[in-house]
């Protein structure tokens, strides 16, 4: 049976939550700040979420919500993945 290993994580606590300050944000003076993260370019004030909900305004500072959590994992053999390594009728295409 094949043993799967510890990842190696510099923080072991992985449930522990922090706030990690967005790039790409821009400071605009009277506590509100804009985000350039994607095209919707969210300007917010203290205590507002962006539209994605996972950048919030504390203080005229924009911190992302969700660094460092994983929103997805799937432990499947890439066997069962439909990947087709070489086109059927490889010949034809050339
Ligand atoms: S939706 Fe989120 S990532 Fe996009 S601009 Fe707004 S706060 Fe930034």
């Known amino acids: 049976m094949m043993k ?3 990842p190696k994580v510099k923080n072991k606590d992985t449930r522990q939550y922090r706030l990690q300050e967005t790039r790409l944000q ?5 506590g509100t700040t804009r985000c350039h993260l994607c095209s919707w370019r ?5 205590g ?27 432990i499947s053999p890439i066997e069962e993945k ?3 390594c070489q086109p059927e009728n ?3 295409h050339s």
């Open 4 to 6: 799967i290993s510890e």
């Open 26 to 30: 821009e400071k605009l003076g009277d």
């Open 42 to 46: 969210c300007r917010l004030r203290h």
């Open 48 to 74: 507002q979420r962006g539209f994605c909900q996972a950048h919030v305004n504390r203080n005229g500072t924009l911190y992302n919500l969700s660094y460092g959590i994983i929103s997805a994992i799937d």
């Open 82 to 84: 439909p990947v087709k």
């Open 90 to 92: 490889a010949d034809q």
